[in-house]
């Protein structure tokens, strides 16, 4: 990710994964969308170009693991 992020959001992994889904939360929990990629390549990226400048916090799930990130949207 690029921290802060003014809108574009990029996942790279290297390794080629089955399913993921990544989840956005703001600061207070709140649910503000959530991503589901059938085939994860080894680079994507997503837009938070409609978000509000503030705290993120992004959850990215497989099968074999889950991880959160906190980002800064200016």
């Known amino acids: 990710f690029p921290n ?5 959001v990029k996942m ?3 390794i080629e994964i089955g399913m993921l889904t990544v989840t956005i939360f703001d600061i207070n929990s709140r649910l503000m969308g959530e991503l589901l990629y059938r085939t994860f390549g080894y680079s994507n990226t997503f837009t ?7 705290i993120y916090l992004v959850k ?3 099968e074999e693991f889950s991880e959160v990130h906190r980002f800064v949207k200016k």
């Open 4 to 8: 802060p992020t003014k809108g574009e």
């Open 12 to 14: 790279n992994s290297s």
């Open 48 to 54: 938070l170009k409609d978000f509000s400048p503030g």
């Open 60 to 62: 990215i799930e497989t």
